[in-house]
């Protein structure tokens, strides 16, 4: 039956009127979260707010890093193993990828499939966003455990660490692996509260955050040490003392039994996604440990530089890697971590302990931190490019700093309120301090280095800067504008030519940046031009007449060299003609 236009007018009045109430209440009710949300929580939100929008806005500015052609292709030969059927087995003999998990590289490839961006585009994108994964990862974790203040400090010191922020673009490896570290370090702590019976979801995304580290890198066996770690504390904590504990070591086996279920179920879960998005993992159960022992042993002819001095990867000293956390890791980090363990050691201040078990919370993010240090120092393992592959204990670091800080600002609260604001103050404006730094870095914002070596200008030279060769963008920008520069001024109407170019890295982050003109080269004697950065002072390793700089901070990290003049000077005085200038 057809409505008459007076009542069609009414029915829509009336679902009009419906609508608008029903936003009116959604409205009223987001509105009155947001007043009871904690001032704290709501500055974190905007915080990964306005992370978030500049991913988006600067996830085009990076460079190809030295290690993602390679990446890429190691996830294209997973995919193409397992739509093959299992018959395609190019994968297990791909360099060693094979003993890499892919799991980062699978799901940018299928990424690459719906999003309409280059790939490279796609995996920097996919990086970063995990990267801010992890610093929520921090907040969650320092919240958790500290209250709102810390979670929000700790947020903030990782997101303004140049170590991190800066890697979140192309260390497409090492941040999804720190992120999935961080997550399941959080979810561990969550689980030690309930132990021995704990809540199963929880139990279900422990088991997946930790089948995402293992499939990433074979380091997430530390897991199973944090696992064991965490069921010891809650066995201290529910005996009482240490004494107590002794004496009813029985109940103690008991609970131990108890909790290890959970874990076992965990880990299992962590064992099926580690064998899909590791091909070479199935093969073999005993793979994985293969994996582990070739990652320890690792010894290629890669080399470092650490106070100037060159090393081979193998033979770098013990000290090598806790010197990198020294020196790149800001000051607010070092402070506020140092403060964790001071007031782990002792009672924190009653303000900034929300945990009943704050003391043994801490330290298993203290270990979690310290512990693969540790064993590196101890094992005298190989290292290169700085914290490059143990940036995994830069979040928890960042958990410690957190509290560390929150426990700095409770104790001077304790003494006066005002002290208390005129500390978050200082602290707020170091941390702008910080990001203004890391703004005139970018995008190169992995360079950053702290005062205790001098900065950039200090650590020049001196320690690995520019290893992934992120200069590449703009020194092939600013070649070109200097070939529009001179061939503008030979006459428009003469043809372009074309240039060789050899390149102190990668071929492919080259050519996805150059035009028609430029064309890569091996051959460093007759080659037009040269790039490099002046990290291992690649700089120098040829000669030509320097046409522009790459700086940052007032350093310069790169340079590009006209070599044409030398090499016409050098096939003449092969062909025994005498060039005048």
């Not at 033979?315 to 090598?320: E, F, K, N, S």
């Amino acid at each position: 039956m057809a409505l008459t236009r007076e009542a069609a007018t009414k029915l829509a009045r009336r679902y009009f009127d419906m609508g608008t109430r029903a936003v009116s209440g959604l409205w009223l009710k987001a509105c009155g979260r947001l007043a009871r949300m904690d001032a704290y929580d709501f500055a974190a939100a905007l915080v990964f707010v306005t992370l978030i929008g500049l991913v988006a806005l600067t996830f085009g500015d990076y460079g190809i890093s030295n290690d993602e052609e390679v990446q890429q292709r190691y996830g294209e030969l997973i995919v193409r193993y397992y739509t093959s059927g299992l018959t395609d087995r190019a994968v297990f003999h791909f360099k060693n990828l094979y003993l890499y998990g892919g799991l980062f590289d699978v799901v940018a490839v299928g990424l690459q499939k719906l999003l309409p961006l280059d790939p490279y585009a796609v995996r920097h994108l996919l990086s970063a966003l995990t990267g801010i994964g992890g610093i929520a990862a921090v907040w969650a974790t320092a919240r958790s455990i500290g209250g709102p203040r810390a979670g929000l400090l700790a947020a903030l010191a990782l997101a303004v660490c140049g170590v991190w922020y800066g890697a979140m673009f192309n260390h497409t490896k090492d941040i999804p692996f720190a992120a999935a570290m961080m997550t399941a370090t959080y979810l561990l702590l969550r689980i030690g509260r309930q132990l021995p019976r704990p809540n199963w979801g929880l139990v279900v995304l422990f088991g997946i955050a930790c089948g995402c580290a293992v499939g990433l890198r074979v380091l997430g066996y530390f897991l199973i040490s944090y696992a064991v770690l965490t069921v010891f504390l809650r066995m201290l904590t529910a005996a009482g003392s240490w004494s107590e504990f002794l004496n009813k070591w029985r109940g103690a086996f008991v609970f131990a039994a108890r909790s290890a279920l959970p874990f076992v179920a965990a880990f299992v879960i962590a064992y099926l996604i580690m064998i899909v998005v590791w091909p070479w993992a199935h093969l073999s159960p005993l793979n994985p440990l293969r994996g582990f022992s070739a990652f320890v042993d690792f010894h290629y002819p890669i080399q470092t530089t650490l106070f100037g001095h060159v090393y081979h990867m193998a033979d770098v000293p013990r000290w090598y890697v806790p010197t990198y956390i020294g020196i790149k890791l800001t000051l607010w980090l070092l402070i506020g971590a140092v403060a964790a363990l001071a007031f782990m050691l002792r009672h924190p201040p009653r303000a900034a302990a929300t945990s009943g078990a704050w003391r043994q919370e801490t330290i298993l993010i203290a270990f979690a931190a310290l512990f693969p240090l540790a064993c590196e120092v101890i094992a005298d393992g190989p290292a290169f490019s700085g914290l490059r592959h143990f940036l995994f204990t830069v979040p928890p670091i960042a958990v410690l700093a957190g509290l560390g800080l929150n426990g700095a600002l409770a104790r001077l609260g304790e003494l006066h309120r005002a002290a208390a604001f005129a500390g978050l103050a200082l602290i707020f404006l170091g941390f702008g301090w910080d990001a203004t730094t890391l703004y005139r870095l970018h995008p190169d914002e992995y360079l950053y280095f702290n005062p205790l070596v001098g900065g950039l200008a200090g650590a020049s030279r001196r320690y690995d800067t520019d290893y992934w060769f992120n200069i590449m963008p703009e020194a092939v920008g600013d070649l070109e504008h200097f070939l529009d520069r001179t061939e503008g001024a030979a006459g428009l109407a003469r043809p372009r030519r074309h240039y060789t170019v050899v390149v102190c890295g990668e071929r492919l982050p080259f050519e996805k940046e150059a035009d028609a003109r430029l064309e890569w080269t091996k051959d460093i004697y007759s080659a037009d031009f040269f790039i490099a950065p002046t990290n291992m002072n690649c700089d120098r390793y040829l000669d030509g007449r320097v046409i522009a700089t790459i700086e940052r901070l007032g350093v310069v990290i790169g340079v590009v060299k006209d070599r044409r003049e030398l090499v016409k000077r050098n096939i003449a005085g092969i062909n025994g003609v005498n060039v005048i200038p």
